[in-house]
Antibody
Framework: QVTLKESGPGMLQPSKTLSLTCSFS??????????VSWIRQPSGKSLEWLAA???????YYNPSLKSRLTVSKDTSNTQVFLKITSVDIADTATYYC????????????WGQGVMVTVSS | DVVLTQTPPTLLATIGQSVSISCRSS???????????LNWLLQRTGQSPQPLIY???KLESGVPNRFSGSGSGTDFTLKISGVEAEDLGVYYC?????????FGGGTKLELK
């Protein structure tokens, strides 16, 4: 059974660095073609893709945020991390991680999301 | 960036009614490998998005066959043939043919 679960600080102050963890089970990120992505959603708004990391360790970023994002994974291929530097109020959102499989290609599993509030 | 425009933003339906949602892309979603990476997702209130359709028209496992997807290039449609109460929520189209991957603005399906 595939599951993903996000964790994070809940609340942090502007200008700080946000660190998020996606812990997953039921699959390995070392499987060829597998990708884990980060996506966020401000309350009442649509979804925004942030970053992804694939089975080979290649990383992909949304250019609009690239200078502030770092995605990585652990050596056991069961966790993916996202760091966002210099957060501000506009980064307040629910953050999701999602699995993208390659054959057939699709985003088939999403985490429950973690709400992050940036406030002084 | 690829802009996905969904219409209508809100859809009022009765149970059993058939409805369609449009997703138009600012550029072709046909990849050089021949695939069109256009997905449809449903987000029920208070829940994370769940996948419905991948590659324009293929149903994810467990998705009822009252859902269907069609289209090509820049114009895509999600159809629900006979809305059920569990179908209410916000529908999103999403593309991952081009970076950055992008989502439509959403279509909220409500009961009339």
């Amino acid at each position: 059974q595939v599951t993903l679960k996000e964790s994070g600080p809940g609340m942090l102050q502007p200008s700080k660095t946000l660190s998020l963890t996606c812990s997953f089970s039921g699959f390995s990120l070392s499987t060829s073609g597998m990708v884990v992505s980060w996506i966020r959603q401000p309350s009442g708004k649509s979804l925004e893709w942030l970053a992804a990391i694939d089975w080979d360790g290649d990383k992909y970023y949304n250019p609009s945020l690239k200078s502030r994002l770092t995605v990585s994974k652990d050596t056991s291929n069961t966790q993916v991390f996202l760091k966002i530097t210099s957060v501000d109020i506009a980064d307040t959102a629910t953050y999701y991680c999602a699995r993208r499989r390659s054959r057939p290609p699709g985003f088939d599993y999403w985490g429950q999301g973690v709400m992050v509030t940036v406030s002084s | 960036d690829v802009v996905l425009t969904q219409t209508p933003p809100t859809l009022l339906a009765t149970i059993g009614q058939s409805v369609s949602i449009s997703c138009r892309s600012s550029q072709s979603l046909l990849h050089s490998n021949g695939n069109t990476y256009l997905n449809w997702l449903l987000q029920r209130t208070g829940q994370s998005p769940q996948p419905l359709i991948y590659l324009v028209s293929k149903l994810e496992s467990g998705v009822p066959n009252r859902f269907s997807g069609s289209g090509s290039g820049t114009d895509f449609t999600l159809k629900i043939s006979g809305v059920e109460a569990e179908d209410l929520g916000v529908y999103y189209c999403m593309q991952f043919t081009h970076y950055p991957w992008t989502f439509g603005g959403g279509t909220k399906l409500e009961l009339k």
